[in-house]
């Protein structure tokens, strides 16, 4: 029974993923005094790259077309691990958040071999600009997450959680600048503006896009998709490790319906803070993007060594 | 003690404890003039506002004083003059190049750490809720001395000579529950005395050598060679 609602949350937390897309694009339009797309404009391209046929380059290897599928297999196994109704699923138990970066990195790396497989300029300079920002965001969010980690005594994400719920309201530096750290490392990885802009198709500035510049049909959806799947993974993670509060603890369906809604409202009030901090800043240049990382890196070594300074006792 | 067990006020000293030593760390990487002095400002006014909030926990009235004069010294007054004699000295568009910036973040961190080493007996012998905050004053204080090492700047210099004292400042309150009133208001005179001395010895150092880059002071003979 567990199982059967783990994998209906994992369901639902991909279904949902496309949506909080369109509710972040709706709010942006809004923000620049556009009209907005329909809120449902995602699904209908989602679902319009589905039915297309993928075009496959001549020179594309196996790679090409095996990607795709572990990309999304990889943000869809890392939706079921993140607690996003209900803590203490029966996949939150298996797997801890060192598993989740592990996740993150193998999507990653597949979609930096596959940008490079064609063989084109644009795939090459995708892939070696994402590695460059992942191999300083890694270690950012790795120190954000052991701040957490040290703190709850516990890499598990349920049982970390428990933790900040039980300990009640207690204002910790090392949370703060973890949180900060967190953000910072969400947008690099997520690929918004100020460090890529994943609305535009501009050859010097494009990082995500480059890579996956030679996909089309269901493969780009699924590329596509995966991405909106971490996009809201981030955005889960962040609110409900910070603030966890509303979260259902057992499986009854009340608690599950005001977790569901509590985790909404969080993921709608996240959705305005992201676009209003994008129309806020512009997009810096390429090789500032290693000194925001390294601020980022910054803010978390701040929230571990806060930690250990001012919070543990001896 | 775990910071669970302590009241708001005290988690809130801890937290912005916590902020001070990331407005050093700022600094650090701060490369235009009026931004290290906006980061200064703001370091003055955490100082202060710990400095009121240990006074409400423990109850000691003078502290109250110690953050009024901080606050109108550390956080108005000194930046509100060095931003002047920005302006006057003409040097508000340059930006400083910072050496080498991932090394001294580095060595900003490694501080840090070391100076809790050191400050861990020390803060055996306390027995306040803020004793935890030692190591933080410590690190400030050599944090202010990393910046004045690795900068050209004469500007720059004063800043991170403030920001020891601000430290300093944070380690009595620390510590000890601030110092005697007298030696109090005594080095916050000299402060704002060697403010003001420093502003005039900037526009010496400038017309003498025509720069505030301190760099060229290492030369002694006044002919181009």
């Avoid at chain 1, 896009?209 to 699924?222: C, N």
């Avoid at chain 1, 993921?267 to 090789?287: D, H, N, Q, S, Y």
Wanted: net charge neutral; charged share 10%; aromatic share 12%.
């Amino acid at each position: 029974m567990d199982w059967i609602l783990a994998f209906l949350e994992t369901v639902l937390f991909a279904s949902l993923a496309p949506l909080l897309a369109g509710w972040i694009k709706w709010v942006k339009c809004r923000l620049q005094n556009r009209k907005a797309p329909s809120l449902v404009q995602p699904y209908r391209e989602l679902a319009k790259l589905f039915r297309k046929q993928p075009v496959v380059a001549d020179s594309a290897s196996w790679l090409f077309e095996f990607a795709p599928y572990v990309v999304f297999a990889s943000a869809v196994l890392s939706a079921a691990i993140v607690p996003f109704v209900a803590a203490h699923m029966p996949t939150s138990a298996i797997a801890d958040i060192i598993v989740l970066v592990g996740f993150f990195a193998l999507g990653r790396f597949f979609l930096a071999l596959a940008g490079m497989d064609v063989g084109t300029a644009f795939g090459g300079m995708g892939s070696s600009r994402e590695m460059t920002i992942a191999s300083l965001a890694e270690p950012a969010m790795l120190m954000a997450v052991f701040t957490l980690a040290m703190s709850a005594s516990t890499t598990n994400l349920s049982t970390a959680i428990d933790y900040v719920l039980n300990s009640g309201l207690v204002l910790r530096p090392s949370f703060i600048f973890a949180l900060a750290g967190l953000l910072l490392v969400a947008v690099a990885e997520t690929g918004r503006i100020p460090v890529d802009n994943p609305a535009t198709h501009l050859e010097l500035t494009m990082i995500h896009e480059a890579m996956i510049l030679e996909y089309s049909g269901r493969h780009l959806a699924f590329i596509e998709w995966a991405s909106q799947i971490r996009l809201m993974l981030y955005g889960v993670l962040i609110a409900n490790i910070f603030l966890p509060w509303g979260i259902a603890h057992d499986f009854s369906p009340q608690e599950m319906g005001y977790g569901f809604l509590a985790i909404m409202a969080k993921l709608l009030v996240l959705g305005i803070i992201l676009p209003v901090c994008e129309t806020l800043f512009a997009k810096m240049r390429l090789f500032r993007v290693p000194e925001f990382l390294g601020f980022a890196y910054l803010l978390s070594l701040l929230g571990m060594l806060s930690h250990i300074i001012l919070e543990v006792g001896n | 003690m775990d910071i669970t067990q302590y009241t708001f006020y005290e988690q809130a000293i801890l937290f912005i404890a916590a902020l001070v030593v990331f407005t050093s760390f700022l600094m650090l990487a701060q490369r235009s003039l009026f931004g290290l002095i906006y980061v200064f400002a703001w370091q003055g006014l955490m100082v202060s506002m710990t400095t009121a909030l240990s006074a409400y926990v423990t109850q000691f009235h003078h502290l109250y004083v110690s953050a009024l004069i901080t606050l109108v010294l550390k956080a108005i007054l000194i930046p509100l003059m060095l931003h002047r004699l920005i302006i006057r000295l003409d040097i508000h568009r340059e930006v400083e190049t910072v050496l080498y910036p991932a090394y001294t973040m580095t060595a900003a961190a490694a501080l840090v750490m070391f100076s809790y080493y050191v400050v861990l007996p020390i803060e055996q012998l306390s027995s306040l809720a803020t004793r935890n905050t030692i190591a933080v004053s410590l690190a400030v204080v050599l944090l202010g001395m990393l910046l004045m090492i690795s900068r050209r700047q004469a500007v720059t210099h004063v800043v991170g000579f403030m920001s020891i004292e601000n430290g300093l400042f944070f380690a009595a309150v620390a510590s000890t529950q601030g110092m005697p009133m007298v030696v109090e208001l005594g080095i916050a005179f000299d402060v704002l005395v060697a403010a003001v001395l420093f502003g005039v010895f900037f526009f010496h150092i400038r017309s003498s050598i025509d720069s505030l880059d301190v760099d060229q002071l290492n030369r002694l003979s006044e002919v181009e060679r």
